[in-house]
C-alpha cells in the first residue's frame, strides 16, 4: 500500500513540474487523471485500513463466540449434575442420544428436556416426535403403526 501511494506522489510531482494544466487540452486530461488517481489512491487505503479494522472486529466476534459456547455447552448445568466429554473435559449435565426410527439419524438431548413439563422433542432431521414429556414416553413408529414404549 505504501509503494502504490509513494508512486502516485512521484506521478503527482511530475505532472506539477512539467505544468501540465496549461499545455493545451491534451495537458489538461494528463492532470485530471493524475488527479483521479492520486484521490484513487487514499480511497484504496481506506478501504485497505477499514478491511484491517473488519478483520479485528470479526476475530473479537469469532472470540466471544467462543466463549459463549463454552459457557453453554460445557458450563455449569442449573442442577449442579457433571459429566465429561471424551477429550476429559468437564461438561455440565449429561445428554441422551435418541435414533430416529424413522430417518435414522442420531440426535443428543440434555437429560434436563426429559423432566420439563409438557416438552415434545422432535428429530431436528426430519421432524419425527420422539419424546412427548404429558405421556412420559418415548415414541417410536412401526413400519404398520404406531407403538409407544414408556421410558
Same mark, same amino acid.
Given at each position: 500500500? @505504501? *509503494?502504490?501511494?509513494?508512486?502516485?506522489?512521484?506521478? +503527482?510531482?511530475?505532472?506539477?513540474?512539467?505544468?501540465?494544466? !496549461?499545455?493545451?487540452?491534451?495537458?489538461?486530461?494528463?492532470?485530471? %487523471? +493524475?488527479?483521479?488517481?492520486?484521490?484513487? @489512491?487514499? $480511497?484504496?487505503?481506506?478501504?485497505?485500513?477499514?478491511?484491517?479494522?473488519?478483520?479485528?472486529?470479526?476475530?473479537?466476534? $469469532? %472470540? *466471544?463466540?467462543?466463549?459463549?459456547?463454552?459457557? &453453554?455447552?460445557?458450563? !455449569?448445568? @442449573? !442442577?449442579?449434575?457433571?459429566?465429561?466429554?471424551?477429550?476429559?473435559?468437564?461438561?455440565?449435565?449429561?445428554?441422551?442420544?435418541?435414533?430416529?426410527?424413522?430417518?435414522?439419524?442420531?440426535?443428543?438431548?440434555? $437429560? %434436563?428436556?426429559?423432566?420439563?413439563?409438557?416438552?415434545?422433542?422432535?428429530?431436528?432431521?426430519?421432524?419425527?416426535?420422539?419424546? !412427548? @414429556? #404429558?405421556?412420559?414416553?418415548?415414541?417410536?413408529? *412401526? *413400519?404398520? #403403526?404406531? &407403538?409407544?414404549?414408556?421410558?
Amino acid at each position: 500500500m @505504501a *509503494d502504490l501511494r509513494r508512486r502516485v506522489s512521484q506521478l +503527482v510531482g511530475m505532472a506539477e513540474r512539467l505544468d501540465l494544466r !496549461d499545455s493545451g487540452r491534451q495537458g489538461r486530461v494528463l492532470a485530471e %487523471t +493524475v488527479d483521479i488517481l492520486r484521490e484513487m @489512491a487514499f $480511497d484504496v487505503e481506506e478501504v485497505s485500513n477499514n478491511q484491517l479494522e473488519l478483520e479485528d472486529y470479526v476475530e473479537e466476534i $469469532d %472470540t *466471544d463466540l467462543m466463549s459463549l459456547e463454552d459457557n &453453554v455447552y460445557r458450563g !455449569d448445568d @442449573a !442442577d449442579g449434575e457433571h459429566a465429561f466429554w471424551e477429550d476429559g473435559s468437564q461438561q455440565s449435565g449429561s445428554y441422551i442420544e435418541l435414533e430416529c426410527p424413522v430417518c435414522k439419524m442420531e440426535s443428543s438431548y440434555k $437429560d %434436563t428436556l426429559f423432566r420439563q413439563e409438557g416438552i415434545q422433542l422432535a428429530c431436528p432431521h426430519c421432524g419425527n416426535r420422539l419424546f !412427548d @414429556a #404429558d405421556e412420559d414416553m418415548l415414541v417410536f413408529h *412401526d *413400519d404398520e #403403526d404406531d &407403538v409407544s414404549r414408556q421410558r
